[in-house]
T-cell receptor, first 114, second 114 residues
Framework: GENVEQHPSTLSVQEGDSAVIKCTYSDSASNYFPWYKQELGKGPQLIIDIRSNVGEKKDQRIAVTLNKTAKHFSLHITETQPEDSAVYFC?????????????FGGGTRVLVKP | EAQVTQNPRYLITVTGKKLTVTCSQNMNHEYMSWYRQDPGLGLRQIYYSMNVEVTDKGDVPEGYKVSRKEKRNFPLILESPSPNQTSLYFCASLPDRGHTGELFFGEGSRLTVL
């Protein structure tokens, strides 16, 4: 089955700096890669996603890149703000796989220091 | 408001005392799933359901049961809870099994088994 590794597990950045979270996956059939943000006491919420036919996607201060050959994808947050402090999860999804299972990485706790 | 509702949000129980965590969604979604979240392990799928009366095991189904008698409800049952089931549990839903996009999560149920 799919295995998703996520690094780092914790990340502390100064407000205004950039944050980068990296994930690797094992199943070459995976073709959809969402990122979820989990604020304290809440359920995860989708913040951005990318499909395998795209190499990069951007939404304001957030961008995701995908390298299918190397089987890795990354989340980039620029000009970080205190409200970016949260736990972030990457995930990989193989469309058509039995059971429609989304495999998550282990999560990254991001702390933005004012 | 479109939402996934879980109850209870917090529960402390003792080993062996049966409990049920309820999950309800108001979006007419076909696909529902249960995850558990543990530090460093991310979100791991327990069970999922692609439609009414259709359920299947995820990655960590041992010690859990589910049922899907109605489209909106997907309760998680712990027949004989053990301390290793102490965790944060999330219910989530999707429009249908072939849909990739936003997985809607509930706010979580924190369970402690003594």
């Amino acid at each position: 089955g799919e295995n998703v590794e996520q690094h780092p597990s914790t990340l502390s950045v100064q407000e205004g700096d950039s944050a980068v979270i990296k994930c690797t996956y094992s199943d070459s059939a995976s073709n959809y890669f969402p990122w979820y943000k989990q604020e304290l006491g809440k359920g995860p919420q989708l913040i951005i996603d990318i499909r395998s036919n795209v190499g990069e996607k951007k939404d304001q201060r957030i961008a995701v890149t995908l390298n299918k050959t190397a089987k890795h994808f990354s989340l980039h947050i620029t000009e970080t703000q205190p409200e970016d402090s949260a736990v972030y999860f990457c995930a990989a999804w193989a469309i058509g796989a039995a059971g429609n299972k989304l495999t998550f990485g282990g999560g990254t706790r991001v702390l933005v220091k004012p | 408001e479109a939402q996934v509702t879980q109850n209870p949000r917090y529960l402390i129980t003792v080993t062996g005392k049966k409990l049920t965590v309820t999950c309800s969604q108001n979006m007419n979604h076909e696909y529902m799933s249960w995850y558990r979240q543990d530090p460093g392990l991310g979100l791991r799928q327990i069970y999922y359901s692609m439609n009414v009366e259709v359920t299947d095991k995820g990655d960590v189904p041992e010690g859990y049961k589910v049922s899907r008698k109605e489209k909106r409800n997907f309760p998680l049952i712990l027949e004989s809870p053990s301390p290793n089931q102490t965790s944060l549990y999330f219910c989530a839903s999707l429009p249908d099994r072939g849909h990739t996009g936003e997985l809607f999560f509930g706010e979580g149920s924190r369970l402690t088994v003594l």
